[in-house]
């Protein structure tokens, strides 16, 4: 596909499971972004890769968080142990550019809950 | 703190008529801006943009106006299509080159409804 893919689109975890959430961005695009949106509110920055070099992780909430880019193309958002308030939509971008304003192509979003 | 600030969560308009989303920051290293529009179950799609150096962008049926003495923004739909009916979120971000990147701060977000 042409857009950016995410999976899997809907993930029920019981608290203190460890989850992967996959992101394939266009094809080409250097930089690749997570954003977590919870209900009700815009995205918020997580973490942003220049290929696979992870450039800023100052969004993720805690050491329970890991993302990861290893061959600077899919990108993998790992949580572990999780808790309730880690459900929100996590959203993946991406952009041809490396340091750009440019707009970002969004996924779908997987939207993960925690029980 | 909430740098990106949209104080309406909803909005209702007549079909044909003009729809005004307002959106204010306070983060005055913020240099671009950006309106997106999410549908339900989608992510994101990027609408229009505006630079700090312009006051004024247009495309179409969308106008966005940046007063940067107020940090404040809005976007412009004239004439409103049941079609807008969305979410509609502004973005900013500081200036992006060289080795800086670009980290959109988002909005809460604003519900469009247009009714025919």
């Known amino acids: 596909g042409a857009g950016v893919s995410q999976s899997p689109r809907y993930k029920v975890a019981k608290r203190g499971q460890d989850v992967a959430l996959r992101c394939d961005p266009i094809s080409g695009h250097v930089s690749l972004f997570w954003y977590q949106q919870a209900l009700g509110q815009g995205p918020e920055f997580l973490t942003y890769f220049q290929n696979e070099a992870q450039l800023d992780k100052s969004g993720l909430p805690s050491d329970r968080f890991f993302a990861e880019r290893p061959e600077g193309s899919v990108s993998t958002l790992k949580i572990q142990r999780t808790q309730q308030e880690d459900s929100a939509v996590y959203l993946c971008a991406s952009s041809p550019a490396q340091a750009t304003n440019e707009k970002l192509f969004f996924g779908s979003g997987t939207q993960l809950s925690v029980l | 703190d909430q740098q990106v600030k949209q104080n309406s969560p909803s909005l209702s308009v007549q079909e044909g008529r003009i729809s005004i989303l307002n959106c204010d920051y306070t983060n005055s290293m913020f240099d671009y801006f950006l309106w997106y529009k999410k549908y339900p179950a989608e992510g994101p799609t990027f609408l229009i943009s505006?630079?700090?150096?312009?006051d004024k962008n247009e495309d179409g049926r969308f106008t966005v106006f940046l007063n940067k003495s107020a940090k404040h923004l809005s976007l412009h739909i004239v004439p409103s299509q049941p079609g807008d009916s969305a979410v509609y979120f502004c973005a900013a971000s500081p200036y992006a080159g060289g080795t800086s990147y670009g980290k959109l701060t988002f909005g809460q977000g604003t519900i469009l409804t247009v009714h025919p």
């Open positions: 505006i630079s700090s150096i312009k």
